[in-house]
């Protein structure tokens, strides 16, 4: 008679070691198990594609781009575009190319004077947002003011007798030519030197010009003659050139994207619709993309849409997925309301990019954000085997035909999947997640089996929900 006493005491006995041992829940929240490195880690900052320092690689500044990454002052860069806005005074590229001089231009480019070329890039940078016309407006007639630049250097800003406005030495010249929500450039029409690398300078030019004796190559002797080789002649006036004509004009690769069009038509503005047709049978004669066509053609509403932004002067960037991603798509995606046209502006971005400018700047800065006509959400790029990839996970897609149309307004990549927001991926995910939840039982622990294990051999498992 005395044994399920004793079963209910020694269950009791079970429940008060449980409330005293260190890993109770009690326990737990008064001393919580330390955090691993990954859940306190935070994701990677991404430069997006409406940046000052991707505007740097899209416009006349691509010379200075070009000195930056030279210096190593891209992650620097990126640093500081984190902490503030940026003010960049950066000479154009005709004033680098044809108006530096060549033994400075050298100078700076050997690998021993990184540190002058920091300096002097660094010099033409303000951590803070100068606005040109605020600033004129409140300081015209003014004395100067100074700016302290990311190199620890400062920058006098003043107005000249004249009305121009000098900063430094150099005049500005392009007063808020790119403007960015995290910087503004303004056009100088000269580089800025700093007296520290034009002393670095002048040292060494006079160090090899009093040099003892100058390193010359050895005479070559003809095999034939025996004799010493003379030197070429000079090529007289008006013969042809050694190197030819056309390999002395053809142009180097571009980081820029090509120019959009001016405005024509009887009306000044820009024919979008014949822009948006054009594009369209560019698709159908290409070949792959008949899909694409059909569904652009059939959402009149959309055509007519994308035709009256790129007649009002926007540009846009069409990411088009081929015939076999679209056959992927499954009756579900496309049976809602308004699904293919929120599917097409998750693929269009308001801007106009090529794969070379896409390419230069997932290379330069890893990840790329561009926004699309889908608010708010953008679609992440980066590079992967050579080439620009869209997306994340099993949802992404690579760039598969490039530059299928580009007429400066509207540029058509073809890509080989169709992309999804992530958001709407995590969603379905977590409510097939749900679902499974619902349909399990839950688990017992060790503990709570033991006990109505001890239980059932008194034969008082019965009443206990837990054990049934």
């Known amino acids: 008679m005395d044994s399920p006493s004793n079963g209910v005491s020694l269950f009791c006995l079970f ?37 000052i320092l991707v505007a740097l690689l899209d416009s006349h500044y691509t010379e200075l781009a070009e000195l930056v990454e030279k210096a190593l002052l891209l992650q620097t860069l990126e640093d500081a575009v984190g902490k503030y806005n940026l003010t960049i005074f ?33 010099s033409h940078i303000v951590p803070k947002r100068v606005g040109f016309n605020q600033w004129f407006e409140r300081n015209r007639g003014s004395s100067p003011i100074r700016h302290r630049t990311l190199g620890d250097s400062h920058l006098d ?36 030197i700093p007296r520290s690398v034009q002393e670095d300078f002048n040292r060494r030019r006079n160090l090899q010009s009093i ?115 679209m056959a ?20 269009v971005i308001p801007e106009y990019q090529t ?11 890893g990840k790329v954000r561009y926004q699309t006509l889908r608010l708010p959400h953008a679609v992440t790029a980066q590079e992967a085997d050579g080439s620009v990839k869209f997306g994340q996970g099993e949802g992404s897609a690579y760039l598969f035909d490039p530059d299928i149309y580009t007429d400066g307004r509207i540029s058509v990549q073809g890509i080989d999947g169709v992309l999804f927001p992530l958001e709407e991926d995590k969603a379905s995910e977590k409510k097939s997640n749900s679902a499974l939840k619902v349909a399990t039982k839950p688990r017992r622990g060790k503990l709570m089996e033991l006990t109505c294990s001890m239980l059932g051999a008194f034969g008082q498992d019965s009443h206990f929900s837990s054990c049934q």
């Open 15 to 51: 429940l008060t070691l449980l409330s005293l041992s260190p890993f109770s829940s009690a326990a737990l929240r008064r001393n919580p198990l330390p955090k691993s490195p990954s859940s306190t880690s935070t994701a990677a900052s991404q430069i997006n594609s409406n940046s």
């Open 90 to 122: 950066a000479p154009r590229n005709e004033a680098l190319e044809r108006e530096l001089d060549p033994e400075f231009k050298r100078f700076l480019l050997e690998p021993r004077n990184l540190k002058s070329l920091q300096t002097l890039l660094m």
């Open 157 to 192: 800003l003043k107005n000249s007798d004249s009305g121009k406005i000098i900063v430094g030495s150099a005049e500005i010249v392009r007063p808020d030519d790119v403007v960015r929500p995290d910087g503004v450039i303004h056009g100088i029409e000269r580089l800025l």
């Open 211 to 325: 040099s003892a004796v100058l390193p010359e190559g050895a005479p070559e002797v003809d095999p034939r003659t025996h004799r010493l080789k003379k030197p070429a002649p000079p090529v007289p006036a008006g013969a042809s050139p050694v190197l030819p004509i056309y390999d002395a004009l053809a142009p180097g690769p571009s980081i820029a994207p090509a120019p959009a069009p001016g405005p024509g038509g009887p009306h000044h503005h820009f024919d979008g619709e014949r822009q948006v047709k054009d594009f369209i049978q560019t698709l159908l004669h290409y070949g792959g993309y008949n899909e694409m066509a059909d569904i652009l053609v059939n959402l009149t509403s959309l055509a007519t849409e994308m035709g009256r932004l790129v007649s009002e002067g926007y540009v846009l960037t069409v990411l088009a997925p081929n015939d076999e991603a």
């Open 328 to 347: 992927k798509l499954t009756t579900d995606q496309l049976s809602e309301p308004g699904a293919p046209e929120q599917i097409i502006y998750y693929h």
């Open 355 to 365: 794969e070379e400018s896409m390419y230069n700047a997932v290379r330069r800065f």
